[in-house]
């Protein structure tokens, strides 16, 4: 079922989608990936408040190419979610609502995003280049040293994914292996 809605996302809305849904998100999401996360998680060991806001915030783990001339942003395709499983948990405590990316997830992020009324996205890799139409703004917001792995803000309209695992634990590709059984 196709399902249109707005970043940052509500709790009743994340509740509201389910396993297998085609999803348009419009609104503002954020980029990190591997070394932002790292570097969020020291944040936190300090003690010190994170660079974004975590409450209903959804994260694309993405590094875009150089954008284009007239264009906000290059190539921006998925990047595999499981490199951010051992981050995760603690950021979906904090409030985070959704996470975009490609492939499979702990157990630990699994019952993260249970316990948090969480939802994962799995955008379609490769098209990275289909992807970056649905963005309409990017800046960089924290950790501009990191290059392509800086924390971005977008603006994005329509922006396609599919829910992967819903708030209920339901994941995709675990039913798509017992459906072939």
Do not use: C, W
């Not at 389910?18 to 060991?45: P, S």
């Not at 994260?59 to 499981?82: D, H, K, L, N, W």
């Not at 309409?136 to 994005?156: F, H, N, P, Q, W």
């Amino acid at each position: 079922m196709d399902k249109h809605i707005k970043a940052p996302i509500t709790n009743e809305d994340a509740r509201l989608l389910k396993a297998g849904d085609y999803v348009y998100i419009t609104g503002t999401i954020y980029t990190a990936r591997d070394a932002a996360h790292l570097r969020m998680q020291e944040t936190l060991k300090r003690g010190e408040p994170l660079p974004i806001e975590m409450n209903n915030t959804i994260i694309y783990y993405m590094g875009p190419s150089p954008a284009r001339e007239g264009r906000p942003i290059g190539s921006a395709g998925p990047t595999t979610a499981s490199r951010m499983d051992k981050y995760t948990p603690q950021l979906l405590d904090l409030g985070l609502k959704g996470m975009i990316g490609k492939g499979r997830r702990s157990d630990a992020v699994k019952d993260a995003i249970v316990r948090n009324g969480a939802v994962y996205f799995a955008a379609i890799g490769g098209a990275g280049a289909l992807l970056s139409k649905s963005i309409v703004a990017s800046e960089v917001v924290a950790y501009d040293d990191l290059g392509t792995e800086a924390i971005r803000k977008l603006e994005v309209e329509n922006f396609p994914v599919i829910v992967v695992i819903d708030a209920e634990g339901n994941d995709l590709y675990e039913m798509a292996v017992e459906s072939l059984s």
